[in-house]
């Protein structure tokens, strides 16, 4: 059956990104791309079309030079394919946050593996190590939301996600991605901004659920007036937020804060620094941490190396010794607090990507878990596939740099025994992985 849908719901592009003397085309969507675009072939090069569905057909305008092809924006969705299903969310399709709530669960779940699958293929790896995929329920505990104030101070603030691969704001009044408790803040930071920014100030608000409350982090270019930051002071007194921080190019500015931010990891109350890393998901971070325990098993000691604020340094320290290495300062100066009345719990503050440990160092351990961050670490699986320690588990957020990582600790003698798939970041692109190897 032909469906003639005028496409409302689509990614606007960057100004100057759309030639308006190219006649629009029409375009069969073939599969959905790694990054979760649809992608189309025309003229012998791929069409990359946000929130498409592979056998959609679209009239579509051809549009900026990516990734060896072109954007597109579907102008009018003729055919829509058969994995199409409805959104959930009233925002998708322009709203950047979400990219894949319009497939089926098997074209899900076939996007989000199929990536991984690709990656571990071109280096040689088996795809059969992988396991089915871990899914997490929907429900961040962190994010960060932009707020734009207009000018025009009597007009409404926007305050949401950038559009798909674009710098303009979406504004929104719902989000399924967000804890509950998380978008209320949200929504009460919206009546609350134009107390907070002046006209046309731009600034970005970091959320963090802790253990304690709410954490917020306010990123601006400008430091904030004295009206600015007494508004915020009574704006986390109505939110019983726990601290509110405002941060300007790099400096961070106390607001206010009536608990201290702590994080709870395997029983150890850990400080949370303005702005620090968790898991997504506190779902996820369980799957991860028990996957991670299933990995190394009981072989101590055992090293953790970007440790952050000790995620999976608690847990293992429940079998044995651990020694933590984290780059960061502030998430180092934490975790060694956290660590304080922990014997068994080591601490050493080391930039893993400048300064990596040689193999003869490393290979004092029975075992080492490392999480990079998307970069990968390349320098660190090359110490760590000449050191030959046992088991290594590695954690990954990106297939395509964990493939690169993967393939020097098998050259280096490793066996990869499994890779385990987790759903962390529920409808998009982005897949969470542990994999263990074996020496």
Known sequence: ?????????????RSGSFSRSEEPVELLV????????GIAQHRGEPVFLPFAAAGDRVRARLGAKRGGGREGRTLERLVA??????PPCPHFGVCGGCTLQHLNESAYRSVKLGALHAALARVGIDPGVVAPLRAATPGRRRARIGIEMPHDTTLPVRIGFRERFQHRLVDINECRL????????????????????????????????????????????????????????????ECDLA??????????????????PRVVLSGVAVPFPPGGFLQASEPAERILVAEVLRGAGLRRPVLDLFAGLGTFTFPLAAAGSVHAVEGDERAAAALARGAAAQPRV??????????????EWLSR??????DPPRAGAARLADALARAALETVVAIS???ATFVRDAARLIAGGYRLERVIPIDQFVWTAHLELVAVFRH
């Open 397 to 399: 957020c990106n297939p």
């Open 81 to 86: 394919g058969p994995d199409r299903v409805e």
């Open 346 to 359: 080591s601490v050493e503050r080391r930039d893993l990507m400048r300064d990596t440990p040689p193999p």
């Open 1 to 13: 059956m032909t469906e003639r849908r005028r496409e409302s719901c689509v990614t606007p592009m």
């Open 365 to 370: 351990y029975a075992a080492a878990v490392f």
């Open 178 to 237: 967000l804890e509950p408790a998380l978008f209320r803040v949200v929504v009460e930071l919206r009546r609350a901004a134009a107390a907070i920014l002046r006209g046309g100030m731009r600034a970005d608000a970091i959320l963090t659920r802790t253990d304690s409350g709410i954490d917020l982090l306010i990123e601006a270019a400008e430091r904030p007036t004295l009206g600015a930051l007494g508004a915020l002071a009574g704006f986390a007194e």
């Open 243 to 260: 601290r509110v921080v405002w941060r300007i190019s790099g400096d961070d500015l106390p607001v206010i804060e009536r608990r201290p």
């Open 30 to 37: 073939e599969r959905v791309g790694a990054q979760g675009d």
